[in-house]
T-cell receptor
């Protein structure tokens, strides 16, 4: 059973379109994250939710909107896609209390904007 | 200056070599230190996790944290071609959900 699963794995779309990526974790973790990895492999946090509450919202264009319907799910919707949005988006989760728990990552969703 | 600095490599070593991967950081509040391995087109997977200073060993892998120098290391003994991957360090302060990653070091172990 996959611990953190994200769909779709690959997304190819035109500039200006809207797309969504879904994430689910079956680890019973309280906290979920979206990270963006650019072409140089740099992983940067975008958002974090703890028990459905937004706790981290980095400087991300408001075209990106996360939604957490419950603590096992975290989705990412992107409006008006731009070329610079092309990247791999990773969902991750961590369990229990603050800071002491490591991140478990999904396999990534590779977004290509043409 | 970035909060976490890591040499991007690539680092090429012969099979069987000892590999040393390093990160430096500027935030003295960091207490939790992690090393992740990422194969091409895969998600990062946790290799080692240490809290505060000291050493931790797991099989061929040893993680070291020197908080006084703000420097962490990952050593890989008897490196194998299957160790070829990008290695990412990550760290966070206590009481925070924000994990800061290094840029990753690409390692290639030659058979």
């Amino acid at each position: 059973d996959t611990a953190v699963s994200q769909t779709p794995k690959y997304l190819v779309t035109q500039m200006g379109n809207d797309k969504s990526i879904k994430c689910e974790q079956n680890l019973g973790h309280d906290t979920m994250y979206w990270y963006k990895q650019d072409s140089k492999k740099f992983l940067k946090i975008m958002f974090s939710y703890n028990n459905k509450e937004l706790i981290i919202n980095e400087t991300v264009p408001n075209r990106f909107s996360p939604k957490s319907p419950d603590k096992a799910h975290l989705n990412l919707h992107i409006n008006s896609l731009e070329l610079g949005d092309s990247a791999v988006y990773f969902c991750a989760s961590s369990g229990g209390g603050f800071g002491a728990n490591v991140l478990t990552f999904g396999a990534g969703s590779r977004l290509t904007v043409l | 200056q970035k909060e976490v600095e890591q040499d991007p490599g690539p680092l090429s070593v012969p099979e069987g070599a000892i590999v040393s991967l390093n990160c430096t950081y500027s935030n003295s509040a960091f207490q939790y230190f992690m090393w992740y391995r990422q194969y091409s087109r895969k998600g990062p997977e946790l290799l080692m996790y240490t809290y505060s200073s000291g050493n931790k060993e797991d099989g061929r892998f040893t993680a070291q944290v020197d908080k006084s120098s703000k420097y962490i290391s990952l050593f890989i003994r008897d490196s194998q071609p299957s160790d070829s991957a990008t290695y990412l360090c990550a760290m966070s302060p206590p009481g925070a959900y924000k994990y800061i990653f290094g840029t990753g070091t690409r390692l290639k172990v030659l058979a």
